[in-house]
């Protein structure tokens, strides 16, 4: 039994690393030759993605050696415990938690419609863009300005994130 939550563990890293690996070739490659808007909302759903896989790793694994009692359900409620609870055993800096909070809160705004994600030069739109500065304007006129370089800046701390979370489960695998 214990051997099939290894199984687990290691295809939710492979999983999350191979979410890691298309969002890095999507911002690094993709976009910079053909600058499509799609591309950067998409990555920011695969560095999500990645992210959510990690920590669901990491917390199953936690629940395997009985170090958790029970799961969240609900991924909002998982990855707020896994912030509170791991940031200093971990050592998550400033940015790696921004990343973890912000990334669900703008895929989230983006299913649910609740931003308009037209990011064009045209002042008239709903969304623009200035110099890799990109715009996003909320249905009630509120704004939220994502830069490229925040972007890459998430997926370099989603990097780092899987890291240290392949690092500590590697430390256990004997266990399984």
Request: hydrophobic share 40%; net charge positive; aromatic share 12%.
């Amino acid at each position: 039994m214990l051997f099939l939550g290894f199984e687990r563990k290691l295809g939710l890293l492979d999983k999350a690393k191979k979410e890691l690996i298309i969002a890095d070739h999507m911002l690094n490659v993709t976009f910079p030759l053909v600058k499509e808007k799609t591309l950067i909302l998409s990555s920011l759903e695969h560095v999500d993605s990645a992210m959510n896989l990690m920590i669901k790793a990491f917390l199953e694994r936690e629940e395997k050696l009985k170090k958790i009692v029970r799961l969240p359900k609900n991924e909002t409620f998982l990855i707020n415990f896994f912030t509170k609870e791991y940031e200093k055993k971990l050592d998550l800096n400033k940015r790696t938690l921004e990343a973890i909070t912000l990334l669900p809160k703008l895929v989230e705004a983006k299913n649910r419609k609740q931003y308009k994600f037209e990011l064009s030069t045209k002042s008239e739109s709903f969304g623009f863009q200035r110099i890799n500065n990109y715009f996003i304007i909320k249905e009630g006129f509120g704004t939220r300005k994502i830069e490229f370089e925040k972007i890459k800046e998430f997926l370099d701390e989603a990097k780092k994130l899987y890291k240290k979370i392949s690092t500590c489960l590697d430390k256990t695998d004997w266990m399984f």
